[in-house]
């Protein structure tokens, strides 16, 4: 999730335990261990984008790091402060693990379980910046900041943007379960066999979803709003290249891109090059019976690869086209 949201639930999380102790210093003290796991990207520059894949919500964002960073935060602030460990514990905890739990709730997704797993996982009940998710907790904390330490409403601010926070994560895990089921209806009506479905949340909202999947000969693709009355799904399909696919996965240096593409990789012949995408966010858009997306695996005719970065110069345009096809068809 995006660094905002982040900051301000680790502050609300850590004064939801320690605000009646400390005060504003709560807010403080848990924004900070709130961007604690993401401070991976620091060391980006040393590492290719591929390489990259490898260290970013990694480590930092598994439940073994929050808990043992909790165990050393735990240990000054009780020393600190002159009170429970435990509480101290917990607190930093909160803060710590509510971070990879919310990238949980993204498509990107998170290791969670590393290092025993180095699988990505993701609920895909939100997308990695949503207004809609983070205002709450910003309201929440902009309130405490401006109310006295002793007011007594306090804990009720915290709870309250916590709470409906909280509570927009639910629905759109609810939506997702909705939106899934739409789509599975469709492919069973339109006898379309697959092996794999995804169902993700379009950029900035949970009004708009994006469907990803997989079959033997490709991949589909559709979206569906809330707003629709049209409740029939145009399924667009992609050829794949599934040998060039599995013989790219016996490089070990891809293996990081093939865990975060989640088995939804598609490969396709693009001006004499063989390019790669990993599909699990959906299209940026489909034009000329095309499915474009981001950040594309290029390989060359001599065997050499590399990561594309080169992104849209026309994100005015595809916002208006998000935003038109968010209204229903």
Same mark, same amino acid.
């Given at each position: 999730?995006?660094?905002l #949201?982040q900051?301000v639930?680790?502050a609300?999380?850590f004064?939801l335990v ?13 924004a900070i261990?709130g961007?604690i ?7 980006n520059p ?5 390489e =990259?894949l ?10 073994f790091f ?6 050393l ?12 460990y435990a509480s ?9 693990f ?18 025993? #797993?180095k699988s ?9 910046i949503?207004?809609?998710y983070t205002?709450w907790l ?6 405490l900041?401006?109310m006295?330490?002793?007011n007594?409403?306090r =804990?009720t601010?915290?709870k309250? #943007?916590l709470g ?10 609810i939506?997702n379960f909705?939106?899934?089921n739409?789509?599975?209806k469709?492919l069973?009506?339109? =006898?379309i066999s697959?092996e794999?479905?995804k169902v ?5 909202n ?7 999947v997989?079959?033997k000969?490709g991949?589909y693709?559709?979206?569906? #709003?809330?707003?629709d009355?049209?409740l029939?799904?145009?399924f ?11 013989d ?5 240096e891809?293996e990081p891109?093939?865990?975060f593409?989640e ?5 396709r ?7 790669i995408?990993?599909t699990k ?12 997306f981001f950040?594309?695996l290029?390989?060359n ?6 990561i ?7 994100y005015?345009e595809?916002l ?5 096809r968010?209204?229903?068809n």
């Amino acid at each position: 999730m995006d660094s905002l #949201s982040q900051i301000v639930l680790g502050a609300a999380t850590f004064a939801l335990v320690k605000d009646k102790e400390i005060g504003k210093k709560a807010l403080l003290y848990g924004a900070i261990l709130g961007t604690i796991p993401d401070l991976d990207v620091l060391i980006n520059p040393y590492f290719n984008a591929i390489e =990259q894949l490898s260290i970013h919500r990694a480590f930092s964002h598994s439940i073994f790091f929050s808990f043992i960073l909790s165990l050393l935060f735990a240990k000054w602030f009780s020393y600190k402060y002159k009170t429970s460990y435990a509480s101290w514990f917990w607190a930093s905890f909160l803060a710590l693990f509510t971070h990879p739990l919310l990238d949980l709730c993204t498509t990107y997704g998170t290791r969670i379980f590393y290092p025993l #797993s180095k699988s990505f996982y993701s609920l895909d009940n939100v997308f990695v910046i949503d207004p809609l998710y983070t205002i709450w907790l910003l309201i929440g904390c902009i309130v405490l900041l401006f109310m006295k330490n002793k007011n007594s409403k306090r =804990q009720t601010v915290i709870k309250w #943007s916590l709470g409906i926070s909280t509570a927009y994560l639910f629905f759109g895990l609810i939506v997702n379960f909705y939106v899934t089921n739409h789509f599975e209806k469709e492919l069973e009506r339109q =006898q379309i066999s697959y092996e794999k479905i995804k169902v993700v949340p379009t950029p900035f909202n949970t009004i708009l979803w994006q469907c990803i999947v997989k079959s033997k000969e490709g991949l589909y693709y559709a979206d569906y #709003s809330l707003f629709d009355k049209n409740l029939t799904s145009n399924f667009h399909f992609e050829k794949n290249d599934t040998e060039f696919i599995e013989d790219k996965k016996k490089i070990k240096e891809l293996e990081p891109f093939f865990n975060f593409t989640e088995g939804l990789e598609l490969a396709r012949k693009e001006d004499n090059k063989t390019i790669i995408y990993g599909t699990k966010f959906g299209p940026i858009n489909i034009e000329n019976g095309r499915a474009n997306f981001f950040f594309p695996l290029i390989f060359n005719e001599d065997g050499t690869y590399e990561i594309s970065k080169k992104e849209p110069d026309n994100y005015n345009e595809l916002l208006n086209k998000l935003y038109t096809r968010l209204k229903g068809n």
